[in-house]
């Protein structure tokens, strides 16, 4: 470490080899930095699809996890991130097929075998890439217990659930009515059924009495459905009908009388009041149809085209092409009442968008209302909090409507369903068992295994405890279960997180976490999530090669607040990720001057040892730097501790940015440079506050920080940053003499270069000053700081006291101390008096033509509201600035 550091910042060139470093050293394993007996600390990383590369969204999630797993392996905790990856069964199915279909093949060309060691193939590639960016954005999760969700073990895990479900009576094979993908041609949860507004229809068709004495109209989005209508229902309260029901209706197209039916669960306030039943492709018809023992009718493919249950000459029609035919057909026969615009939630496919069809289906589900219950009673008695609070809410909501969980997929790609059938013709029997079967228990015949696979959210709602070695009791799952906090995003607070806490709750007996905290999502300027379809996203690892690691977590950190979106630009990310850069670039510089200005090891502070600083040496600037550091300590600690992540990220800024490099360093040059006494004292300072502002920051920067930390004189070559302690807060630091006075000190040579700046006075010109009306602090502040305003207000005299001169600046201060800055010798005042003459008369002409343009009538009349007050505001502001400059021409003497 002895190389000098390069003047300016690259992160390219440090990012890859300390975060070899970390890995070489062991630093993310729990046993490393708190063997035995530190106090867990566990995060349990959702685990990234094994489809492609990380989005945004990724990097800001792994970056909070990574924040938080760092701040509390400081703390001393025994720090455990889980990494994973998962199958993404849907996901990774599609990805595959796409691919094997560029090549002119479909997966039924390859077989089931063939197929599956095809994905495995593409797993292998893509997982791996998946890790090794999340290296890169420098995630410092446990690699070594990395898991994949079709892991040997977690499948194990997998099938214990399934089985042990089964045998409680939770899990059950149904016929009802699910969702169903065309395009994936599978079943989905309710859940992957995304609901999306979109821009209808709503047709009001006319059903004939079957004795041609009259008709009833029904309202329908999905003419189509009709071919499966099995009736019409109406409310038995409903007195506009209640003398049809039990007539037949001419069902118009197919032909076929159909009852009506009365049924509590209908709306007489809707639409017209008369409802068709169609119980094969809705599940409150299917309802409907159980009651009243009403045929099921299934009108469409798996593909979502007619099927050979309607007219012949609909058969085989996508159905979008037969809800045309069928309404023109209607309108023909002159059955066609109206048709309206309407705006109505749709479910989409949550992987491939396309619109789900309500199928009646043999699937299996899990009884969620008994795993619900404790759930939310764990809510509601405290063992869980949100983070934000309302997230909460929310997820009391969906549990108490919570509804059974369809979780067999018609896929190939993931955890078969361990269900076994003998097709023997005097047996038949249905065996669930947890280890592969041939031949059926019960008769010895061939067992036939079912088909399906599971949902890839049932492997990873175990995943809390089973990456940690369940159903065996491992030393891991004893030390590391429950874990601690749960970082997520809001959109699978139901996929995933509530479901892990029913799991955890049941198998476990305890929650597997105490908080969850749902960030917001990465959204565009215009507010958009970021997707690939919208051609809106970011990908991290570009932002990382340009900036850096560091600038894109502080970037992503600095711009969140709880439970707020973060909003990036695609199109400039010089706008997004720059104040990162330019923040490592300031934390640099600031570095490379300190360590080249400490001269071997400084005195301490504190101690016994190597002629500790005492309190009597230090400066008001030191006494104030050593409490606005003690002082960001406490902010920052506590902001972590909440999850206000970005509010910390703001009070370390701060100190660094603007108390430490602006102020502190400025101060101190002379003392470092041998120009004044006092430098030993200075390097003792800055290396205590340089330190703890380093081991503040490395949770959000770890890269630069880490590469500044191991710089320090006498630092061991095997010492990180990473494993650092916390930095405390010291009592002795409070100093809130040294605030006052030094902020007064502030204030005083910012006020001078206010006025500076508003009159433009030349950089390298020098100025007097005059301060009068002085308080006691600002007075005993100059007593020691007269040098340092002299010099950083680039003052030739500052004097206490009044002067018969008067043309110049003024200001006044915080404790009431007038500033008056002299400027007949530092500027031009004919010139600067005539320049600000000539604006004055232009702001009177802009003055007076906006007065005659309001005290029009016309225009305020006829001119949109929001006009006329945009023209009102132009006014207001150009009489205030006239009046400043008027002022400033009065101050400066000009006739």
């Not at 991130?81 to 990805?95: E, K, L, M, R, S």
């Not at 309607?310 to 209607?330: H, I, S, Y």
């Not at 065996?431 to 019960?442: F, I, N, Y």
């Not at 959000?700 to 930390?709: D, H, R, S």
Request: charged fraction near 25%; charge should be negative; hydrophobic fraction near 40%.
């Amino acid at each position: 470490m002895t190389e000098p550091l390069a003047p300016q910042y690259n992160p390219s060139s440090i990012e890859a080899e300390l975060y070899q470093w970390w890995m070489t050293r062991g630093l993310f394993s729990p046993e490393h930095h708190a063997p035995g007996s530190g106090i867990p600390y566990v995060v349990m990383m959702p685990p990234p699809n094994v489809t492609a590369v990380l989005h945004m969204g990724h990097g800001l999630n792994n970056t909070v996890q990574d924040v938080l797993i760092r701040f509390e392996r400081m703390r001393g905790r025994a720090a455990l991130w889980v990494p994973g990856t998962d199958h993404a069964g849907i996901a990774t199915q599609n990805v595959v097929e796409r691919l094997l279909a560029e090549d002119g093949l479909t997966r039924f060309d390859l077989g089931r075998d063939a197929f599956v060691e095809r994905v495995w193939e593409h797993v292998r590639e893509t997982g791996a890439a998946i890790l090794d960016q999340l290296k890169a954005l420098g995630c410092s999760a446990d690699w070594s217990r990395t898991y994949f969700t079709l892991d040997e073990g977690l499948s194990r895990a997998v099938r214990e659930v399934f089985v042990r479900l089964y045998e409680e009576g939770l899990v059950y094979r149904g016929h009802y009515i699910i969702n169903w993908c065309p395009r994936c041609l599978t079943a989905l949860s309710n859940e992957e059924a995304e609901k999306e507004e979109v821009d209808g229809h709503l047709w009001h068709l006319r059903y004939p009495l079957a004795d041609g004495s009259g008709h009833i109209t029904v309202a329908t989005t999905r003419p189509e459905t009709m071919l499966g209508d099995s009736a019409v229902a109406v409310h038995p309260d409903d007195e506009r009908y209640r003398h049809l029901v039990g007539r037949q209706l001419r069902l118009p197209i197919v032909d076929r009388l159909i009852p009506i039916v009365a049924d509590d669960a209908i709306d007489p306030s809707f639409g017209s009041g008369a409802v068709k039943v169609t119980p094969a492709h809705d599940p409150a018809d299917f309802e409907i149809g159980r009651r009243h023992s009403l045929s099921t009718i299934d009108v469409m493919t798996p593909e979502a085209r007619i099927s050979l249950a309607a007219p012949d000459r609909f058969q085989g029609l996508d159905r979008f092409e037969a809800r045309r035919r069928v309404v023109e057909e209607f309108q023909a026969a002159g059955l066609l009442e109206r048709t309206e615009d309407h705006r109505h939630a749709v479910g989409h496919c949550y992987r491939c968008a396309t619109v789900i069809e309500p199928r009646l289906s043999d699937q299996w589900f899990v009884r969620m209302e008994p795993l619900a219950g404790p759930a939310l009673a764990a809510y509601r008695d405290g063992r869980l909090r949100f983070v934000p609070e309302r997230r909460g809410e929310d997820y009391t909501t969906w549990l108490e409507g919570i509804r059974d969980w369809c979780i067999s997929r018609q896929l190939w790609w993931g955890h078969r369903i361990p269900v076994w059938y003998c097709d023997a013709p005097n047996c038949g029997r249905t065996t669930v068992s947890r280890t592969d079967l041939e031949t059926c228990p019960a008769c010895g015949g061939p067992a036939r295994q079912d088909n399906d696979v599971l949902d890839t959210w049932f492997s990873s709602w175990l995943v809390p405890f089973s990456s940690l070695g369940w159903p065996e009791q491992t030393p891991d799952l004893e030390r590391f279960y429950p874990g601690h906090t749960m970082v997520s995003a809001p959109e699978i607070l139901f996929f995933w997180v509530a479901r892990m806490i029913m799991s955890g709750l049941h198998f476990m007996g305890e929650v597997p976490y105490r908080d969850i905290y749902l960030h917001g999502t990465v959204r565009d300027t215009q507010h958009r999530k970021m997707s690939k379809s919208l051609g809106n996203g970011i990908d991290p690892l570009e932002v990382i090669q340009r900036y850096g690691a560091d600038a894109l977590r502080y970037s992503l950190v600095s711009g969140m607040s709880v439970g707020t979106d973060v909003i990036l630009d695609p199109n400039d990310l010089e706008a997004s990720f720059a104040a990162g850069r330019n923040f490592a670039n300031k934390l640099w510089n600031a570095g490379r001057f300190i360590l080249t200005n400490l001269n071997g090891i400084p005195r301490p502070l504190a101690g016994s040892g190597n002629r500790p600083v005492r309190r009597g040496e230090l400066t008001l600037a030191d006494r104030w730097i050593i409490a606005r550091c003690d002082a960001t300590v406490i902010e920052a600690t506590q902001a972590f501790e909440r999850f206000r992540l970005n509010d910390a990220a703001g009070a370390i800024y701060r100190f660094i940015w603007s108390d430490l490099a602006d102020w502190y360093i400025e101060q101190v040059k002379p003392r470092l440079y041998g120009d004044v006494p006092g430098g030993d004292v200075a390097r003792a300072v800055l290396t205590q506050t340089f330190d703890v502002a380093l081991r503040l920051l490395h949770p959000i920067m770890p890269f630069i920080t880490e590469a500044l930390w191991r710089r320090f004189p006498g630092r061991s070559s095997s010492a990180s940053v990473s494993t650092a302690p916390w930095p405390g807060t010291d009592p002795r630091a409070a100093d809130a003499e040294a605030l006052l006075q030094f902020g007064l000190v502030q204030e005083l040579v910012g006020a001078i270069r206010a006025i500076r700046a508003e009159y433009g006075v030349p950089p390298g010109q020098s100025v007097r000053a005059y301060i009068t009306g002085t308080s006691g602090p600002i007075t005993d502040a100059l007593v020691q700081e007269r040098p340092t305003v002299l010099r950083l207000a680039k003052l030739s005299d500052l004097s206490l006291g009044e002067t018969s001169e008067r043309v110049g600046g003024h200001a006044v201060l915080s404790d009431g101390s007038a500033v008056f800055v002299p400027l007949g010798e530092a500027i031009d005042l004919n010139r600067e008096c005539s320049r600000l003459g000539s604006e004055v008369e232009r702001l009177i002409l802009l003055v007076e033509s906006q007065e005659r343009k309001l005290g029009n009538e016309q225009f305020v009349s006829r001119a949109p509201s929001e006009v006329v007050e945009r023209e009102r505001q132009k006014l207001t502001t150009w009489r205030e600035q006239r009046e400043v400059l008027v002022r400033k021409r009065e101050l400066l003497g000009c006739s």
